[in-house]
């Protein structure tokens, strides 16, 4: 039977596909979709889809807590949930990195590690973690210079005066410090080696007992980071003599460094940076990284770390693990030398 014309527009059309070829655009789409998910974020997979807990070895008001939270105030506005800051201060920054390493490793325990850590490895003789082992570096955060104060009631202006001073009484000015084998111990060590100079090494549970102190005269000096120390220095209640890096820091332009001042060739800073614990899955070191990083290199942070005197960093897990490494084997180094060790 022929049909006409109208009939003709109205008969359904025949489907370009038989049931084979059905069969494999299905099976298509379900590889394309299994591909997709493969390729998915660690977010989108669940993480996170609970607080993240960031752990400050140190008590609060130094660098390390300060640089914490403001970092975990953005991270929690970039992925979604509340960072948790967690004062775990002790053992020079040791007692929180055990806490850390011996956490879960889901990216729900992360830690603010500096150079200390470092340092710890030699210094420290019975540590139960391995530094370079139970931790999966994520980012270094910034880089901080470290600054030679006095308190104003010892009346030197410079640190030839502070360095005539120091030999003219052997022992008498003391030095305080976040704690034994911590950065700023191993710089006042370093400073009496190449002054020749002998100073009383006083430790302290973090900067801000540190800080409260020099302020009130109970130690002469300090060599902490610049952010502790720079609201005193700006309201002329501490005197900056001189900052540990090879090149003078944009917070106090007009103050030299040790190299200018007479100690040729010192240059030491603090670094700060995230890690989690080993095992810690790769995709969500990844996704940390990621979003830490966008952080870090923004315009807004940056400025903000521009006025404690921190210059960002925001690099790789591999590049932050190959840091630790050189300043593991640097300090070793120095630690051996001045034969300095943890009782």
Known sequence: MKL????????????ALTPT???????GLLAAATLCLMAAPASAQGYPDQPVKLVVPFPAGGTTDVLARALGQKLAEKIGQPVIIENKPGAGATIGAEYVARAKPDGYTLLMGAVHHTIATTFYRSLRYDFQKDFAPVTTVAMVPNVLVVNKKIGVKSFADLIELARREPGKLSFGSNGVGTGQHLIGERVQL???TKLLHVPYKGSGPLTTDLL??????????????????NDNKLTALAVTTATRSAALPNVP???EAGLK????GTWFGILAPQNTPEQTVTY???????????DVFKTEMSKIGAEVIGDSPEQMKARIADDTSRYAELVNSLNLKAN
């Open 288 to 298: 940390l990284n990621n979003n830490l990083v966008q952080i870090i290199q923004s």
């Open 216 to 233: 009130g005269g109970q130690v002469d000096m300090s060599f902490d980071t610049i952010t502790t120390v720079l609201p005193y220095i």
């Open 265 to 268: 060739g010192f240059d030491a």
């Open 4 to 15: 006409t014309q109208s009939q003709k527009k109205s008969a359904p059309a025949k489907s």
């Open 257 to 259: 460094t040790l190299d």
């Open 21 to 27: 070829s059905r069969t494999t655009f299905a099976l």
């Open 194 to 196: 190449m002054s020749k």
